[in-house]
Nanobody, 129 residues
Framework: QVHLMESGGGPVQAGGSLQLSCVAS????????MAWFRQAPGKEREGLAA????????YYADSVKGRFTISQDNAKNTVYLQMSMLKPEDTGMYYC??????????????????????WGQGTQVTVSS
């Protein structure tokens, strides 16, 4: 079982930057597949970015490509989401998700959400115009 704890959310003005962190704890160390999701009020959960450290692969949703960067620090069991050029439509609750010993998969699977076995409680990001 992997426990995930997000932090780093808060209010930010449009055009600004924010870095989210997600610390993984448990017996498996840092899971090899970790991802960030967002859920805005009244909208479905959206996969934003995923990182498979075994494959050396990263995946991004078109809505954040070029603006968001996912990275991982295995020594700290932490995955980050660096967000820049933020827009009001980036507002939402941001969740970290993990799957230990993940097999190879497509970007669609990694950003789809169904494969993940652990989820954090979320951190709120509010972007004002």
């Amino acid at each position: 079982q992997v426990h995930l704890m997000e932090s780093g959310g808060g209010p930010v003005q449009a055009g600004g930057s924010l870095q989210l962190s997600c610390v993984a704890s448990g017996d498996d160390g840092t899971p090899n597949l970790m991802a960030w999701f967002r859920q805005a009020p009244g909208k479905e959960r959206e996969g934003l970015a995923a990182l498979n450290s075994y494959m050396g692969s990263t995946y991004y949703a078109d809505s954040v490509k070029g603006r968001f960067t996912i990275s991982q620090d295995n020594a700290k069991n932490t995955v980050y989401l660096q967000m820049s050029m933020l827009k009001p439509e980036d507002t939402g609750m941001y969740y970290c998700a993990a799957l230990p010993r993940a097999p190879p998969m497509t970007a669609r699977q990694a950003l789809g959400g169904r494969v993940y076995t652990s989820w954090g409680q979320g951190t709120q990001v509010t972007v004002s115009s």
